[in-house]
Antibody, heavy 121, light 111 residues
Framework: EVQLVQSGAEVKKPGESLKISCKGSGYSFTSYWIGWVRQMPGKGLEWMGIIYPGDSDTRYSPSFQGQVTISADKSISTAYLQWSSLKASDTAMYYC??????????????WGQGTLVTVSS | QSALTQPASVSGSPGQSITISCTGTSSDVGGYNYVSWYQQHPGKAPKLMIYDVSNRPSGVSNRFSGSKSGNTASLTISGLQAEDEADYYCSSYTSSSTLAVFGGGTKLTVL
């Protein structure tokens, strides 16, 4: 069974750094792109970026380029999303997602349970 | 403002059919057969319901179907059931530097 299990909720202050994780299991982690999707409170979905754990090829949405860093450690089948300096506007639910196929088509077939990040002074 | 345009809400009675539209441009919906639909129940992660315009993943009810005409894609749910009440999001591959664009979401109410 394919599973994406994310790290737990975080409460941080503005300016702090953060790294959240997503562990894949039940499939070949290095053979599928893993992405991140943001959902701000009461809002819709936004694609942030994606990484291919096999060779660490990483793509970012222009809206998130330079704001976050996506990485992966294939030895432990885990992808990461990190911030160097959080802002209150980063408060959101973050989902890791598995891309459905090797060719990028923008379709995500498995979703993690979500990690709620709250940034407040 | 979302890249793809969906109605904010739709409603229907049990047993009826409803259709949710998703309008984009020739750079996304109209240019590629890579439209997906996701269902999200409150407090839950989204679930893929349709991919590549009209394909259902294994386990998704055949009451859900997708189609596309020009720059507009549609999700049809037939035989509405109470459990279908949820938010629905469309997404499309895009030729811009953004891999995928989402619609703003449609809240489906089963009356």
């Amino acid at each position: 069974e394919v599973q994406l299990v994310q790290s737990g909720a975080e409460v941080k202050k503005p300016g702090e750094s953060l790294k959240i994780s997503c562990k894949g299991s039940g499939y070949s982690f290095t053979s599928y792109w893993i992405g991140w999707v943001r959902q701000m409170p009461g809002k819709g979905l936004e694609w942030m970026g994606i990484i291919y754990p096999g060779d660490s090829d990483t793509r970012y949405s222009p809206s998130f380029q330079g704001q976050v860093t996506i990485s992966a450690d294939k030895s432990i089948s885990t992808a990461y999303l990190q911030w160097s300096s959080l802002k209150a506007s980063d408060t959101a639910m973050y989902y890791c997602v598995r891309h459905r196929r090797d060719i990028l088509t923008g379709s995500f077939d498995y979703w993690g349970q979500g990690t709620l990040v709250t940034v407040s002074s | 403002q979302s890249a793809l345009t969906q109605p904010a809400s739709v409603s229907g009675s049990p047993g009826q059919s409803i259709t949710i539209s998703c309008t984009g441009t020739s750079s996304d919906v109209g240019g590629y057969n890579y439209v997906s639909w996701y269902q999200q129940h409150p407090g839950k992660a989204p679930k893929l319901m349709i991919y590549d315009v009209s394909n259902r993943p294994s386990g998704v009810s055949n009451r859900f179907s997708g189609s596309k005409s020009g720059n507009t894609a549609s999700l049809t749910i037939s035989g509405l059931q109470a459990e279908d009440e949820a938010d629905y999001y469309c997404s499309s591959y895009t030729s811009s530097s953004t891999l995928a664009v989402f619609g703003g979401g449609t809240k489906l109410t089963v009356l």
